[in-house]
């Protein structure tokens, strides 16, 4: 694999360790980029604010997305990126503890590619990243660029 980008959109800094270690542990070849809230996934995406020298052409092979996040929810931050052209064909996987019927569909009617309970066993979330990084990274086809 090479220059694969994952764009982690976490609130929760265990969360986070949780994920990069996950990450860490499957051998997972990519750059995993966090976004701590809605604003900053939306600043690294459009490359604005804190991310305003980033070179926009160079979007991350998938997103996972939280919902719970403060400020700009998550499904808030897949409504404005499914608006655009050049952020619309992102895969992103919603991987949340969110039970709510509603995100579920909110999320699906918004154009999420999948959608994922968090598990809180670390072997079961380690599992979920390998299979995350599998699919996105190494099976499916991304359309180009």
């Avoid at 066993?121 to 190494?138: D, G, K, N, P």
Wanted: overall charge negative.
């Amino acid at each position: 694999m090479a220059n694969h980008k994952i764009l982690l959109v976490e609130d929760n800094p265990d969360d986070v360790e949780l994920a990069l270690h996950a990450c860490q542990s499957n051998r997972i070849d990519a750059d995993i980029i966090v976004a701590r809230d809605g604003e900053e996934a939306l600043e690294y995406l459009f490359c604005t604010g804190r991310h305003a020298g980033r070179t926009c052409k160079d979007i991350p092979s998938v997103m996972v997305l939280d919902l719970k996040l403060p400020g700009i929810g998550g499904l808030e931050v897949l409504r404005s990126l499914r608006q655009h052209p050049e952020t619309r064909r992102i895969p992103v996987v919603i991987l949340t503890s969110s039970e709510d019927e509603a995100h579920v569909v909110g999320g699906y009617e918004l154009g999420v590619n999948s959608y994922i309970r968090k598990p809180a066993e670390f072997a079961a979330f380690t599992q979920i990243m390998s299979q995350l990084q599998r699919y996105w990274l190494v099976t499916n086809t991304a359309p180009p660029v």
